[in-house]
């Protein structure tokens, strides 16, 4: 089994269709001051298992500060079925809708670990101050 991808967002569902649906991915913040929370980020993680994959894994998260300290960390266990007949994969998307500590200015990091093994990061830039006015390109 192995990560296809993850990422932060604003929102994520999963329509009748059984479609993974993503909607405004970021990987930067501008917040006022710190500390601070950015609530109800949406931690999106699709994992693609295989035959063989079937049975119970081990699926863990920790959000890390920008000096690499660990702010908090959660696990919990899934259950793998066969895939479908006609397919050689399965899609499981994890959706997790959480509250965001932030501590200090520069990198955080999500680190996904899958069976006690790091898996993927995920990068959160995070900027104090005032937002920057976009520049238009233009020159007058």
Same mark, same amino acid.
């Given at each position: 089994?192995?990560?296809?991808?993850?990422?932060?967002?604003?929102?994520?569902?999963?329509?009748?269709?059984?479609?993974?649906?993503?909607?405004?991915?970021?990987?930067?913040?501008? +917040?006022?001051?710190?500390?601070?929370?950015?609530?109800?980020? !949406?931690?999106? *993680?699709? &994992?693609?298992? $295989?035959?063989?994959? %079937?049975?119970?894994?081990?699926?863990?998260?920790?959000?890390?500060?920008?000096?690499?300290?660990?702010?908090?960390?959660?696990?919990?266990?899934?259950?793998?079925?066969?895939?479908?007949?006609?397919?050689?994969?399965?899609?499981?998307?994890?959706?997790?809708? +959480?509250?965001?500590?932030?501590?200090?200015?520069?990198?955080? !990091?999500?680190? *996904?670990? &899958?069976?006690? $093994?790091?898996?993927? %990061?995920?990068?959160?830039?995070?900027?104090?101050?005032?937002?920057?006015?976009?520049?238009?390109?233009?020159?007058?």
């Amino acid at each position: 089994m192995h990560v296809s991808f993850a990422l932060f967002a604003d929102a994520a569902n999963i329509s009748q269709e059984g479609k993974l649906n993503i909607l405004g991915v970021f990987d930067a913040l501008q +917040i006022g001051s710190l500390p601070a929370v950015h609530p109800r980020a !949406t931690l999106v *993680v699709r &994992l693609k298992a $295989e035959e063989g994959d %079937e049975g119970m894994h081990t699926l863990a998260f920790g959000w890390m500060g920008p000096d690499g300290g660990e702010i908090w960390s959660s696990s919990g266990e899934i259950e793998v079925g066969s895939p479908p007949p006609g397919s050689y994969e399965l899609d499981i998307p994890v959706i997790a809708a +959480i509250d965001l500590p932030l501590q200090a200015a520069g990198a955080h !990091t999500m680190r *996904v670990d &899958l069976d006690g $093994e790091l898996r993927a %990061e995920i990068f959160l830039h995070v900027r104090v101050g005032a937002p920057i006015a976009p520049v238009s390109g233009l020159v007058s």
